[in-house]
């Protein structure tokens, strides 16, 4: 198994963002070891907890952060993240009720987050607030 590395490709310039970025890093490492252990139950359950408390924790702090900063773009960014929230509710409930393919949706959904929303989109306001100079 190999852990995924946080690299410079995923950062954004912007200390808090990229500290809460760097934990879902930390997350996604921290399921696949429980799970390399054998703790499959536990990895799980730590899992949907972590990155449900992620998502509204981080992604109220990111669209504060844009709206501060007057990102022009705030509305189609919050509509991308309210479409993560709800497709993160769906798969949890899907396996809450016995479907174990939704687990796999749900690691899928936090890595391709991690490298296609971060690196693309999240990208978008930290150049926005680069030419405003801040």
Known sequence: MVLIEWSEELELGIPEIDNQHKRLVEMLNEFYTELEEGHQSEAVEHFLKNLEDYLNYHLDYEEKFMEEIGFPQLENHKKTH???KKLYAE??????????KALRELVAFAFSWLFS????????YA????EKGA
């Open 82 to 84: 309210d479409m993560f």
């Open 117 to 124: 929303h971060i690196m693309k989109t999240d990208k978008k």
């Open 127 to 130: 150049e926005f607030l680069k």
């Open 91 to 100: 798969e949890k409930n899907r396996y809450l009720e016995g479907d174990t």
